[in-house]
């Protein structure tokens, strides 16, 4: 496995095409904007090194029998599913933000029973290229982007109505030896921090839309690949180099819209190719990972969300007023029902015929329409507790100036348990969690990521089993 140190050498190392606020950047490493969101996923290498979490962060290859991280795992129990979703809450929990590297683990185990279900299907050979490309990525310890959300163009139209064909990713051309993609993933979490990329299709598809019904790995250096990375709330803080002022300046997350300009794709990376009754369930098996991963890592995000509201109560010496209590209590509450949704699908998980395991799917859906709801309302308590100081407290330049900082430090002074400059960090912090740079992945993200509140309801409505329900009324009541 690799080291931190090794992780972030080994993104140097690559020559990937990013722009960033209308730059073209040399490398996403030591960028100021861009460097927090690699400490990020460097944590990822770094819990593996540590023995304190070794049960959680590594696992054992079923393929080789080597130790691994687990980001590149496959799950082959319900505990590997359990300790995924433990793993995250950790990760959270030492970063505030999105570490994004789940996405790789969700796709990896998604195409993996995928590939074998199409291999039974149509004699194909995808589940032996597969597991390649899984060894290599386990053995060299990489990070994976997992690649779905196509841009997706006029909603009520199917890609190959589209009036620019390439508004969702598809094949432009096939030869002997691999195939030619086009067009773009959005909002791709931690693409450019990662190695490689797993594309797969964005929705179900028909046999209409064969030439997009694709999945495939490339290095994220290829050839024709361009990262354009979207910006976030206050980003330019972190430009300013103020540490205080930036809430979190040690780690954040990242999005790029990544555009696939003709990108040759050889045979031995492609995982489907022209298979689109097979789209629905890969794309159904990865967003029902993702949002078990939801039931984690938002969690671990809320802990110090909570955390940082209890010192704020403290610094303005309310720490044992009953409402803030209970307010604390209510956030608790909350955070851990979305922790208990994302261990419940995990506990209640079951083998696929490829012998991997999925999450239950009911209560994965539950577990990420309850994270659509819940971090907003533990957002809105933090704020109620940190009180308007939180976005009227002056910059740190202004704390350090000769005439102001003394004025700062005399009226903004509170309870003595801490000095005036940590009461005004601990509300940064907040600020970044429910406004700043992080809302994006506490927030918004938790609305929209791993598809937006109305396709969990869709799920949930499939999977409700609303005929049996009715049926067991019928029953109670004596109805035929
Ligand atoms: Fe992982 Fe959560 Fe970020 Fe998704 S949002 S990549 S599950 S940390
Ligand atoms: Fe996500």
């Known amino acids: 496995m690799m080291t931190g140190e090794q992780y972030i050498e080994s993104i140097h190392s690559m020559k990937m095409r990013i722009f960033c606020m ?19 996923v460097k944590m990822t290498y770094e819990l593996a090194e540590d023995p304190k979490y070794h049960e959680l962060a590594t ?25 995924k979703v433990k793993l995250q809450r950790v990760l959270g929990q030492k970063t505030a933000s999105c570490f994004q590297r789940c996405v790789g683990l969700d796709a990896i185990n998604a195409v993996y029973s995928t590939t074998y279900d199409i291999d039974k299907k149509y004699g194909t050979e995808y589940f032996e290229r597969f597991k390649k490309f899984l060894i290599y990525c386990q053995e060299k310890d990489l990070t994976v982007d997992g690649a779905m959300t196509d841009p997706k163009g006029n909603r009520k139209l199917p890609p190959h109505l589209q009036d620019d064909p390439d508004l969702y990713l598809r094949i432009v051309e096939r030869r002997p030896d691999g195939v030619i993609v086009r067009g773009a993933k959005a909002h791709q979490t931690g693409i450019c921090n990662s190695h490689e990329v797993l594309v797969m299709p964005t929705i179900a598809l028909s046999d209409e839309d064969k030439d997009y019904a694709v999945s495939f790995a490339v290095p994220t250096d290829s050839e024709g690949i361009v990262m354009i990375i979207g910006r976030q709330s206050c980003d330019t803080r972190k430009l300013e180099g103020s540490c205080q002022d930036t809430g979190n300046c040690k780690f954040g997350g990242v999005e790029a819209l990544t555009v696939f300009n003709d990108v040759f794709v050889p045979n031995e990376r492609i995982f489907m190719n022209g298979e689109a009754r097979y789209a629905g369930l890969l794309v159904e098996r990865f967003a029902g990972y993702h ?9 671990g995000v809320g802990d110090v969300l909570i955390g940082a509201a209890a010192l704020a109560a403290e610094s303005n010496g309310v720490e044992s007023t009953s409402h803030i209590k209970d307010k604390l209590i209510e956030m608790t509450h909350l955070n851990e029902t979305m922790y208990a949704c994302g261990i ?82 601990i509300l940064r912090l907040i600020e970044n969690l429910t406004m700043g740079t992080a809302a994006v992945g506490y927030l918004t993200e938790s609305m929209h990521g791993a598809g937006s509140p109305q396709a969990q309801r869709i799920m949930i409505a499939r999977q409700g089993k609303l005929e049996h329900k009715k049926l067991l009324a019928k029953e109670i009541l004596g109805i035929e």
């Open 22 to 40: 209308g730059e073209e950047l040399e490398t996403a490493v030591g960028h100021p904007i861009l460097q927090p969101s690699l400490n990020s």
């Open 59 to 83: 696992a054992v290859s079923h393929l080789t029998g080597h130790k691994i991280n687990r980001f590149t795992h496959i799950h082959e129990s319900c505990d590997d599913l359990v300790k």
């Open 291 to 299: 949002r078990q991963s939801y039931g984690g890592c938002k969690v």
């Open 344 to 425: 419940a699908c995990s506990c209640q998980g079951h083998p696929t015929p490829s012998g991997n395991y999925d999450i239950d799917t009911l209560l994965a859906n539950v577990c990420k329409q309850n994270v659509t709801r819940i971090p907003y309302e533990i957002a809105r308590l933090s704020q109620d507790i940190a009180g308007g100081l939180m976005v009227t407290a002056p910059s740190e330049k202004d704390c350090a100036n000769p005439t102001a900082g003394p004025l700062i430090e005399k009226y903004l002074s509170a309870a003595s348990s801490f000095t005036t400059k940590e009461r005004i960090k």
